[in-house]
């Protein structure tokens, strides 16, 4: 026997299989990416991480208005600290925009100008007229804009959608424990925004109808809020998002015809339950749909590098977020509206301020 000989050939295949899922030719090297991360808060922390473990990326560096707390990120992962975005000018390639959601715009556009390529996170914008203002920006510099619904790569979402056949009800449910993290926004933006892009995409159809209601509970912000949306594909979705629940559960679940079919976030798969006999005592199906586990992450900025190294539209773009973040506008909109009518209190005028 060979161990060295046996683990450089395990080596060298888990190596052809990172290069066939990153786009690579086998056997090549992938070329890198430089890449810099501007925000270094949770989020940002993650895609410096992400960034250190992609074969295809260089991370260059980090930016952040808090000195330390970007100091202590680069020292982590074994880069250096930029004072500005100014001088990222030349040095990368690509970026992650992770600051505040009032910050979007303005980092996001800027970053563009200086023709860096950048992937900003969900919501992308503090407005839609931010939005648009990033996704003319990126038009204008011939620049990749991508958008950080990461839930469109999770491999649940991933496997159901060779198996969509006109789907017409939806369940949704996205319940978190509190968490001190981004309280700046309401849950709608926070956390229901992923669904909602979800749900355009399985649907791809215009939302006709929305019924909302959302209370505020240990913030002065929308801290559980439910919708029903109804599609002009005749469609209805009933979304349910919470930061102040007891248990975390993350849960997608849709009907067609003779069919239910069940997605778990969390565990990053999905269950088709299918009518193979129907009748008085139906028989049943009961089968996983096939999905290969990765990190959401992961696989999100992984096909950004992509899209910065072929120059294809990213899967989700400015316009898909843009849409994702309208969506979010209506039912924030009928959130306000059923505060006013019910009288409560924190809704009697309406919130200047995600």
């Not at 006109?166 to 709608?188: A, K, M």
């Not at 999905?291 to 992450?297: H, N, R």
Request: glycine residues 6%.
């Amino acid at each position: 026997m060979n161990p060295s000989g046996d683990r450089r050939e395990r080596e060298g295949a888990l190596l052809e299989a990172r290069q066939e899922r990153e786009g690579a030719p086998l056997g090549a090297r992938l070329e890198k990416v430089r890449v810099a991360v501007v925000g270094a808060g949770d989020f940002g922390r993650n895609h410096a991480r992400v960034y250190r473990e992609l074969e295809g990326a260089e991370l260059v560096g980090i930016v952040d208005a808090d000195v330390a707390r970007a100091e202590q990120v680069a020292k982590e992962f074994s880069t250096k600290v930029f004072p500005d975005i100014e001088s990222l000018a030349g040095r990368v390639d690509a970026a992650s925009v992770a600051v505040p959601t009032v910050e979007h715009s303005r980092v996001g556009c800027r970053l563009l100008e200086l023709g860096v390529d950048v992937i900003v996170e969900k919501p992308m914008a503090a407005s839609l007229a931010e939005a648009d203002e990033l996704i003319s920006s990126a038009a204008r510099v011939d620049r990749i804009l991508q958008v950080g619904h990461l839930e469109r790569f999770n491999p649940g979402i991933v496997a159901v959608m060779p198996a969509l056949n006109n789907p017409l009800y939806f369940e949704v449910h996205r319940l978190g424990v509190f968490t001190p993290r981004s309280l700046d926004i309401d849950v709608v933006y926070d956390v229901m925004i992923h669904d909602l892009d979800i749900l355009l995409a399985l649907v791809d159809a215009p939302v006709t109808e929305i019924k909302s209601i959302g209370i505020p509970v240990l913030t002065d912000k929308v801290d559980i809020a439910h919708a029903r949306l109804d599609f002009a594909s005749g469609a209805v979705a009933n979304v349910t998002a919470s930061r102040v629940s007891t248990e975390r559960v993350r849960k997608l679940r849709f009907f067609q015809q003779h069919e239910y079919i069940s997605v778990d976030f969390t565990r990053q798969d999905a269950l088709r339950v299918r009518v193979v006999e129907p009748g008085p005592q139906p028989k049943f199906d009961f089968k996983p749909l096939r999905s290969e586990k990765e990190e959401p992450l992961r696989a999100e900025l992984r096909a950004f590098l992509d899209s910065v190294r072929t120059r294809r539209a990213p899967m989700v773009d400015g316009a898909a977020g843009r849409r994702a973040l309208e969506l979010a506008d209506r039912v924030m909109a009928g959130i306000l509206e059923h505060g006013r009518r019910v009288q409560l209190g924190v809704f009697a005028t309406p919130q200047e301020n995600r």
